[in-house]
């Protein structure tokens, strides 16, 4: 059964609900020999890299001097279009479908690193599904800052939402879960890489934060939560 009392569920959209992984491979396989898990691996460590040091940058503009970090350390060419990319970054398949079923019972808003350009080409990617959305562009900061996540309580508390009501659902335990836990929101760790082995393209946490839920996909959050 879905949670009492909950009217907001925020989405991490990047690893989420856009399968960014496949974009950025379908992007990036043509230009090396590379296999895609040492691809993946050398971004999430090129990625973890640069948040750190430009923690003010959307990471859809820290593409760049990401992939040039992974250049250097794998020998690749210069200048892959990874940013020029992003429209045709897929959403996961049950994403569509999912966000429609909850959307028809909660409010839904994107919380995302991303910038206004990129979110407005994944929110097209997705079917529209959002009734809100905060980027990096918007706080200037990314997750996992709390300010991330205190300004978009701050833009919904306008509509009478206060925390209690909110769940944030994320896949990404360095960006989104262990953050959202601390700061007392209730979590949804969507686990898109279960059963495989790293963290693919995405950081390392250093510990992993127990949610309140945990699902390996959002067609399963829809079946355990009973949404029509």
Known sequence: MAPDGVRVLTFDVVGTLIDFE???LNCLRPLTG???AELLDAFGRA???QQRRTPELPFT????PTYARMAAELGLPEGAPLRESIPDWPAFPDAVRALRALGRRFRLVALTNADNWAMTQMAATLGEPFDDAVTVEDVGVNKPDPQMFSYCLGR???H???RAEFVHVAQSQYHDIGAAHRLGYRTC???RRHGESGTGAT???ATITTPDYHVTSLAALVKEWEID
């Open 156 to 158: 919904q508390s306008v």
């Open 203 to 205: 950081p390392a946490a």
């Open 160 to 162: 009478g939402y206060r």
């Open 47 to 49: 990625e973890g890299i």
């Open 22 to 24: 496949t974009g950025i």
């Open 189 to 191: 760790w969507v686990e």
């Open 34 to 36: 590379a296999g895609d």
């Open 61 to 64: 503009q820290m593409l760049e």
